[in-house]
């Protein structure tokens, strides 16, 4: 092999080195964007508690409007039993109240991980390209001279005698 042609086989190691390091470092998700999709997952759920609970809500509404909108006779059995739904009509708005309340003082949830989150050795955005591309080129020099030194062992001559 020429050395011109080492030279070239090296520089063309090392390139390839660092377009496969920039390559892999500029495509690597950040941990920001995981702890992003994380709290928007733990949001959606909480906006999915706070509609079920609205829709309780407003079906109590709906089922102590629909005993109070009821006609009610004068004697005293009918008195006692208007009593009763006024009580249960009292203690469903009590727990509407109560229901609208906690929607209005929702605490947000703590981010809770089960498993250290791997971290990725260097995100996107924070990657110096210039450094990686340098480290790159470096590795690749020294892994080429490396190769072109293990490639250059020479056949062991007999001496004529």
């Known amino acids: 092999m020429s050395r011109t042609y080492r030279a070239l086989?090296?520089?063309?190691?090392?390139?390839?080195?660092?377009a496969a390091t920039a390559a892999v470092a500029a495509a690597a998700p950040s941990a920001e964007d995981q702890n992003d999709r994380l709290l928007r997952g733990i949001e959606a759920a909480q906006a999915a508690r706070t509609q079920n609970a609205v829709e309780q809500a407003r079906a109590l509404e709906r089922q102590a409007g629909a005993v109070a909108a009821q006609p009610a006779a004068e004697d005293q059995n009918d008195r006692l039993l208007r009593n009763l739904e006024a009580a249960q009509a009292q203690r469903t708005?009590?727990?509407v109240e109560r229901i609208r309340a906690g929607e209005r003082n929702l605490p947000v949830a703590p981010v809770v991980t089960i498993a250290a989150q791997p971290v990725p050795?260097?995100?996107?955005?924070?990657?110096?390209?210039i450094a990686?591309?340098?480290l790159a080129l470096v590795g690749g020099?020294?892994?080429g001279a490396a190769w072109t030194a293990a490639s250059?062992?020479?056949p062991n001559r007999a001496v004529a005698a």
């Open 132 to 134: 990686v591309a340098l």
């Open 9 to 18: 086989t090296t520089l063309a190691l090392s390139l390839a080195l660092v």
């Open 141 to 143: 020099l020294i892994g």
């Open 152 to 154: 250059r062992r020479r």
């Open 121 to 129: 050795a260097a995100t996107g955005r924070d990657v110096d390209l």
């Open 93 to 95: 708005q009590a727990a």
